[in-house]
């Protein structure tokens, strides 16, 4: 699987359901407004 960076609002990602503005995926972190709120090195 490659990196991916998905700007978007409301993403849901596997399990997880992250609602919010400005929502990055980057890599292996999930970046909301500039703030990690979860590192997901396994995907």
Same mark, same amino acid.
């Given at each position: 699987? %490659?990196?991916?960076?998905?700007? %978007? $609002? *409301?993403? %849901? +990602? *596997?399990?997880?359901? +992250?609602? *919010?503005?400005?929502?990055?995926? $980057?890599?292996?972190?999930? +970046? %909301? &407004?500039? !703030?990690? +709120?979860? &590192?997901? !090195?396994?995907?």
């Amino acid at each position: 699987m %490659k990196p991916k960076t998905v700007i %978007k $609002s *409301g993403v %849901k +990602i *596997g399990k997880e359901c +992250i609602i *919010g503005y400005n929502v990055y995926i $980057s890599e292996n972190k999930i +970046i %909301k &407004d500039g !703030t990690i +709120i979860e &590192d997901n !090195t396994i995907m």
